[in-house]
C-alpha cells in the first residue's frame, strides 16, 4: 500500500498536496483498493466554496457510491476533467493522474488538523 510522506491525510481516507494557498485532493491507495473499480467521479462543486467536511463530490464504484468530504475550507476551483472519460485513473494512479479536485483553501490554521502520513498508517494498518 501506497502512502507517500509528502502528502496530508483525512480518516476519510482522502490525500492532500498543498502547495501554497492551493490544495490537490484525491482519494488514497487504501481507499481506491477498498472501493475496487472506480467507474465513474462526479464533482458538480467547482467554483463553490464549501466548509471543512462539507461533501465535494462522490465516487463511484463497481458496488458502491461513496461521498468525498472536503478536508479543509474554501473554493474549489478545478476539476480533474480527465476522469469523466478514465475514472479508472483514481486506480491505476491515485496520487498521480487520479487526482479529482484542486481548491484554494480560507484558513491554513485547517492544515494542522490533517493527518501526517504515520498517523493515516495507524488508522489503516499499514
Same mark, same amino acid.
Given at each position: ?5 509528502? =502528502? /496530508? &491525510? ?6 492532500? /498536496?498543498?502547495? !501554497? ?8 491507495? #487504501?481507499?481506491?483498493?477498498?472501493? !475496487?473499480?472506480? *467507474?465513474? *467521479? ?14 465535494? !463530490?462522490? *465516487?463511484?464504484?463497481?458496488?458502491? *457510491?461513496?461521498?468525498? #468530504? ?18 479508472? /485513473?483514481?486506480?491505476?494512479?491515485? &496520487?498521480?493522474? !487520479? ?5 484554494? #483553501? ?7 488538523? =490533517?493527518?501526517?502520513?504515520?498517523? &493515516? /498508517? ?5
Amino acid at each position: 500500500m501506497n502512502i507517500p510522506s509528502d =502528502l /496530508k &491525510y483525512t480518516k476519510d481516507h482522502e490525500w492532500i /498536496k498543498i502547495e !501554497g494557498d492551493t490544495a490537490t485532493i484525491g482519494i488514497t491507495d #487504501f481507499a481506491q483498493g477498498e472501493l !475496487g473499480d472506480i *467507474v465513474y *467521479v462526479e464533482v458538480e462543486t467547482v467554483d463553490e466554496t464549501l466548509d471543512v467536511e462539507e461533501i465535494f !463530490g462522490t *465516487v463511484e464504484a463497481v458496488k458502491t *457510491v461513496s461521498d468525498l #468530504f472536503l478536508p479543509l475550507s474554501g473554493e474549489i476551483t478545478e476539476f480533474n476533467e480527465s476522469l469523466e472519460d478514465e475514472p479508472e /485513473k483514481v486506480n491505476s494512479d491515485p &496520487y498521480g493522474e !487520479g487526482w479529482m479536485i484542486k481548491m484554494k #483553501f480560507s484558513d491554513a490554521s485547517q492544515v494542522e488538523d =490533517l493527518l501526517s502520513a504515520d498517523d &493515516y /498508517k495507524a488508522i489503516v494498518g499499514a
